[in-house]
C-alpha cells in the first residue's frame, strides 16, 4: 500500500534553499526510516497548500488509501481559511502506465473487479473535486502524465509543462480506455488532434504539451520553487493574480534541454484524417502508408522504421491496436465535445464498469505480471457495421451497473478549459467568420485585430500572438485589394 506522509512542519524556505527535487529527495531521506516508500507528500507553504506525487520509488494513483488521502487534504485545505491556493505536483520521473496497466491485468480476476470499479470511481470523483474548488488550483506537470494520473492535473484552471512533462493517452495501446475525464480535455483541442492522442497513444513532451493547449503555462522545471514561493507571498489572491505570476515565469530563452514533439505545418493538418469514421481513417492512412512507401522506394530513399511520417506512424500505431477499443476510444472523445465534466466522467464509469464486466468477451489475451503485451483481439479488423453498432450500444447506450459519480458543489460557473491557455483555433475561426460566443458586432478580419482581441482578454500572454500567426497561415486567405486585405477562414 502506498505511504501517505505530512509534511507541513517543514520550513517554508525550504523552497528558496534547494531546488524542488532536491527538496523532495532531502525530504524523503528525512523520513526514509518511518516512510520508505513516500510517493505523496503534503506540504504548507505560508497560505499555499501543496500534494506532491513523486514515483521514484513505487506509486498507484488506484490505490483506494492513496485517493482517499488527496481527497481528504484537498477538501480542508479548499475551506480552510487559512489557505488561499493549492498546487498539486506531478514529480513522476518514470512513466505512470504501470498504474493503468495493474488495473487492467485485473479484469479477468472476477474477484477483484469490485475493487477495481470502486477504484475507478474514486479516481473520477476526485478528478471532478479538483475541478470544482474554490481556491485557485494549479496544477504542475513537471514529469510523466499519462494515464489516470493525468486526471489529477487536466481539469484544473492552471496547467504547467515544463521541460520534463511527457503527456500521453496510452491505454488503447493495451485494450482500454482513457479515463480521468481525459476524453473531456481531448475533445476540447483543435479539430481533430484529441482523437489522433487518444487513438494513437502518441507522446507530447516538454514545450509542445503547452502549445498544442494541454497546459495553459510553461515554464523550466528549475522554477517551480519560484512557483510556489510567489503563490505564497501574494497577499491577495485571485485567478488573475495567479495567472500573471505563472506568466512571469515564463522564459522564453531559457537553457534547458526540452525534446519538444509540437507538430507544425502539414504535418499537424494530418492529424485531421481523425475526424473521419475508423475505417475511413484506416484506408486513408493506408493509402498514404503505400503512397509514402513507394515514393520512398522510386527515390531509392530508406524509411528510418523508428522515425517514420506521421501518417506511416499513425497506421503502425492503429493496427497494433483492438478495432473495438479504437471504436469507443473514439466515439467517447466525439460525444464528450458536447458535455459538462460531469457527464464525461460518468459517460467514463460507464466505459470502464463495462469494460470490466465484459472483458473476456472481446478478448483472449489479458496482460500478466508487469509486462505489456498486446491485447489479443477476437475479431479481425472489420469495417463491418452492425459488429460498430453492437458495441457502440453496449458500451454507450445500453442497460448499465455503472455507479453514479458523487460530484462536489460547484461554487459557481466553471471558467472555460481554455480560459488562461493559448487561443484555441476554434476560438480564432469563430471571430474571424463572426461566430464565436464572444464575437463582437463584425468579424475580425485583420491579424491585428486578433491580437488586440486576444490581449484585451489574456493580456501579454506568452506564445500568445505566434499562436495567432499560425493558425491564420493554415487555416485563412487574404482577400481584397493590397492596402485593405481581409482574413477569409478557409478551412473545415
Known amino acids: 500500500m502506498l505511504q501517505v506522509r505530512h509534511l507541513e512542519h517543514l520550513s517554508p524556505n525550504i523552497f528558496k534553499a534547494h531546488s524542488l527535487r532536491r527538496w523532495l529527495s532531502s525530504a524523503s531521506s528525512r523520513f526514509a526510516k518511518q516512510t520508505p516508500d513516500?510517493?505523496?507528500?503534503?506540504?504548507s507553504n505560508l497560505a499555499t497548500r501543496a500534494f506532491i506525487l513523486d514515483n521514484s520509488q513505487t506509486t498507484n494513483i488506484y490505490d483506494i488509501p492513496t485517493l482517499n488521502a488527496i481527497r481528504s487534504k484537498v477538501q480542508a485545505w479548499d475551506s480552510a481559511h487559512l489557505c488561499t491556493s493549492i498546487i498539486g505536483i506531478n514529480q513522476n520521473k518514470h512513466s505512470a502506465l504501470a498504474d493503468d496497466v495493474t488495473l487492467v491485468s485485473k479484469v479477468f480476476n472476477p474477484d477483484s473487479?469490485?475493487?477495481?470499479?470502486?477504484?475507478?470511481?474514486?479516481?473520477?470523483e476526485l478528478s471532478q473535486l479538483l475541478a470544482s474548488l474554490n481556491k485557485p488550483y494549479v496544477a504542475v506537470m513537471n514529469g510523466h502524465a499519462m494515464g489516470g494520473i493525468s486526471g489529477l492535473a487536466l481539469h484544473a484552471p492552471f496547467r504547467v509543462a515544463t521541460e520534463n512533462t511527457v503527456f500521453s493517452m496510452p491505454q488503447t495501446g493495451f485494450g482500454y480506455i482513457s479515463g480521468g475525464g481525459a476524453n473531456f480535455a481531448l475533445s476540447r483541442l483543435d479539430g481533430a488532434f484529441g482523437a489522433y492522442l487518444s487513438l494513437t497513444g502518441f507522446e507530447l513532451r516538454g514545450r509542445a504539451v503547452f502549445e498544442h493547449g494541454i497546459a495553459t503555462h510553461y515554464i523550466p522545471a528549475r522554477r517551480i520553487p519560484d512557483l510556489v514561493d510567489r503563490l505564497s507571498s501574494l497577499?491577495?489572491?485571485?485567478?488573475d493574480k495567479v495567472d500573471g505570476a505563472l506568466e512571469d515565469l515564463f522564459y522564453e530563452n531559457c537553457d534547458i534541454e526540452d525534446s519538444s514533439t509540437k507538430l507544425t505545418g502539414d504535418t499537424q493538418w494530418d492529424i485531421e484524417i481523425f475526424s473521419l469514421s475508423l475505417p475511413e481513417i484506416m484506408e486513408t492512412l493506408e493509402m498514404k502508408d503505400e503512397e509514402i512507401r513507394q515514393r520512398a522506394k522510386t527515390d531509392r530513399v530508406k524509411l528510418d522504421e523508428e522515425d517514420l511520417p506521421l501518417p506511416l506512424k499513425a497506421f503502425k500505431a492503429l493496427q497494433q491496436r483492438s478495432p473495438n477499443t479504437?471504436?469507443?476510444?473514439?466515439?467517447?472523445?466525439?460525444?464528450?465535445?458536447?458535455?459538462?465534466?460531469e457527464d464525461v466522467l460518468q459517460m467514463e464509469m460507464r466505459l470502464a464498469t463495462t469494460y470490466v464486466s465484459e472483458a473476456e468477451r472481446y478478448f483472449s489475451a489479458p496482460i500478466t505480471g508487469d509486462q505489456i503485451t498486446q491485447f489479443v483481439h477476437r475479431y479481425p479488423w472489420t469495417a463491418e457495421a452492425e459488429l460498430q453498432t453492437q458495441v457502440i450500444h453496449e458500451y454507450f447506450d445500453g442497460e448499465s451497473s455503472a455507479p453514479k459519480l458523487s460530484f462536489a458543489d460547484q461554487a459557481g460557473e466553471r471558467r472555460p478549459w481554455l480560459n488562461y491557455g493559448l487561443p484555441s483555433q476554434e476560438e480564432i475561426r469563430g471571430l474571424v467568420t463572426g461566430v464565436h460566443f464572444l464575437a463582437h458586432e463584425r468579424p475580425l478580419r485583420t491579424v491585428d485585430a486578433l491580437?488586440?482581441?486576444?490581449?484585451?482578454?489574456?493580456?501579454?500572454?506568452?506564445?500568445?500572438?505566434?499562436?495567432?500567426?499560425?493558425?491564420?497561415?493554415h487555416c485563412c486567405v487574404q482577400e481584397g485589394e493590397a492596402d485593405n486585405k481581409k482574413l477569409v477562414w478557409v478551412r473545415d
Do not use: Y
Open 38 to 43: 513516500p510517493s505523496v507528500q503534503f506540504q
Open 113 to 124: 473487479r469490485g475493487e477495481i470499479i470502486e477504484s475507478l470511481k474514486k479516481e473520477l
Open 235 to 239: 497577499e491577495e489572491v485571485s485567478m
Open 326 to 341: 479504437l471504436r469507443i476510444a473514439l466515439e467517447a472523445v466525439r460525444r464528450s465535445k458536447n458535455m459538462t465534466l
Open 451 to 473: 491580437r488586440m482581441h486576444f490581449h484585451s482578454l489574456r493580456g501579454e500572454k506568452h506564445g500568445l500572438e505566434e499562436r495567432i500567426d499560425e493558425v491564420v497561415k
